[in-house]
């Protein structure tokens, strides 16, 4: 079962920053936070993932919070191609082969 | 340009035929994975590879075989036994087959899928 949960649906305005939410309460100390995106019937793309530290790159920000409990995904300016499915996913350690476990993510769709 | 190449990405099975799935990657990847993914839904593990002639069970096997007799190739067959078999396939791989990078979180890569329905 995923191990986290996020709300179904979001919207955002075209050029807004949107701040995608993710809870995780029962993450391990060894865990990351992945975050990846998929449009529709496309692989799924690798936006950032970090362990206990905020994590930015090109794409996007990863905020973490002090507990590790709750992270949030920022895109900060969306675009109409950044409307897709988000999935925030805890990454198992070494007892479960350090496997992806996806649920049903947040669609984010970006409006103008 | 380096990437995972899913083929064919459409496919037709008939009843009672077994149905190959492509992947190959050119990046030099030592793990590589099977995904199905159901209409609505998120991914599901189906196998995946650490390395060359090893591979392991994901959560939904049953139904499915793999082989792994090259570093860049993973193919997955849909057998008969797989009920249920229309769905979207993705195959994906990660630098972390070996223990020093998986602990280092690689971050596993898709190719853009294959989508199997019954004829």
């Known amino acids: 079962d995923a191990k986290t949960t996020q709300p179904p649906s979001m919207d955002c305005a075209e050029g807004r920053a949107a701040n995608l939410p993710c809870n995780h309460s029962t993450i391990s100390g060894n865990e990351y936070v992945y975050w990846y995106r998929q449009i529709h019937s496309q692989g799924p793309q690798y936006i950032i993932h970090?362990?206990?530290n905020n994590e930015t790159n090109e794409m996007a920000s990863l905020i973490i919070t002090e507990d590790r409990k709750s992270s949030t995904l920022i895109l900060p300016h969306a675009t109409l191609r950044d409307t897709a499915v988000y999935y925030c996913?805890?990454?198992?350690?070494?007892?479960?082969?350090?496997?992806?476990?996806f649920g049903k993510g947040t669609l984010l769709t970006v409006n103008p | 340009d380096g990437g995972i190449t899913q083929s064919p990405k459409y496919l037709f099975r008939k009843e009672g035929q077994n149905v190959t799935l492509s992947c190959e990657q050119n990046?030099?990847?030592?793990?590589m994975y099977w995904y199905r993914q159901d209409p609505g839904q998120g991914l599901r593990l189906i196998y995946y590879?650490?390395?060359?002639?090893?591979?392991q069970k994901g959560d939904i096997a049953e139904g499915y075989s793999v082989s792994r007799e090259k570093k860049e190739s993973f193919p997955l067959t849909v057998t008969s036994a797989q009920k249920n078999p229309t769905a979207f396939y993705l195959c994906?791989?990660?630098?972390?087959?070996?223990?020093?990078?998986?602990?280092?979180?690689?971050?596993?890569?898709f190719g853009d899928g294959t989508r199997l329905s019954i004829l």
């Open positions: 970090g362990l206990k």
């Open positions: 996913i805890v990454r198992g350690g070494w007892d479960s082969n350090y496997k992806l476990t």
């Open positions: 994906a791989s990660s630098i972390d087959g070996d223990s020093f990078y998986r602990n280092l979180n690689q971050p596993q890569h």
């Open positions: 590879s650490q390395i060359v002639n090893d591979f």
């Open positions: 990046l030099n990847h030592d793990a």
